[in-house]
T-cell receptor
Framework: GAVVSQHPSRVICKSGTSVKIECRSLDFQATTMFWYRQFPKQSLMLMATSNEGSKATYEQGVEKDKFLINHASLTLSTLTVTSAHPEDSSFYIC??????????FGSGTRLTVV | QQQVKQSPQSLIVQKGGISIINCAYE??????FPWYQQFPGKGPALLIAIRPDVSEKKEGRFTISFNKSAKQFSLHIMDSQPGDSATYFCAATTGNQFYFGTGTSLTVIP
């Protein structure tokens, strides 16, 4: 089956620094990838849709200058949290697929900003 | 606006019992309804999914029942086991639109 690898699984950074999270589709090409944020005991909140070779589409309320998304190849999308602050601490999850029926989720990244 | 409504928020079931989680939707354009299982600190994993032209799908102990006219679908976990304790999310999709339910925290008591 389709495999999506997300790295790192955990990261701790100092306030004001930037953190990059990678999402890779290992055995298929993903024209579209999605980035989610999940708070404890809550559902996944879609942050943005990443399309290979074009700009990401951000959901309302998500700061595109703070959450930089790059989808430079059909197997890799990155999310960079810039100038991170403690309120950015959360669980970030990516998903990748080739269409409506085939989305697979990464294992998530626990970001802690201190 | 919540596109997919899920209930209950939490569920406690005895080992060997049946766990039932319900979801409802409004948009008739949805054409794929997956269920995901998520363990703490992990991403959601696809459990089972159904398309609206089928009323029921069974895979092992997991069954989806789908009622197109009522715009409702449910997940039944038969012979629930402690290892099934996790958060379950229903979802509904069409095109690149993907909507999650609010999640159900299932605890199976030994």
């Amino acid at each position: 089956g389709a495999v999506v690898s997300q790295h790192p699984s955990r990261v701790i950074c100092k306030s004001g620094t930037s953190v990059k999270i990678e999402c890779r589709s290992l055995d298929f090409q993903a024209t579209t990838m999605f980035w989610y944020r999940q708070f404890p005991k809550q559902s996944l909140m879609l942050m943005a849709t990443s399309n290979e070779g074009s700009k990401a589409t951000y959901e309302q309320g998500v700061e595109k200058d703070k959450f930089l998304i790059n989808h430079a190849s059909l197997t890799l999308s990155t999310l960079t949290v810039t100038s991170a602050h403690p309120e950015d601490s959360s669980f970030y999850i990516c998903s990748a697929g080739q269409g409506t029926y085939g989305y697979t989720f990464g294992s998530g990244t626990r970001l802690t900003v201190v | 606006q919540q596109q997919v409504k899920q209930s209950p928020q939490s569920l406690i079931v005895q080992k060997g019992g049946i766990s039932i989680i319900n979801c409802a939707y409004e948009n008739t354009a949805f054409d794929y309804f997956p269920w995901y299982q998520q363990f703490p600190g992990k991403g959601p994993a696809l459990l089972i999914a159904i398309r609206p032209d089928v009323s029921e799908k069974k895979e092992g102990r997991f069954t989806i029942s789908f009622n197109k006219s009522a715009k409702q679908f449910s997940l039944h976990i038969m012979d629930s086991q402690p290892g099934d304790s996790a958060t379950y999310f229903c979802a509904a999709t069409t095109g690149n639109q993907f909507y999650f339910g609010t999640g159900t925290s299932l605890t199976v008591i030994p």
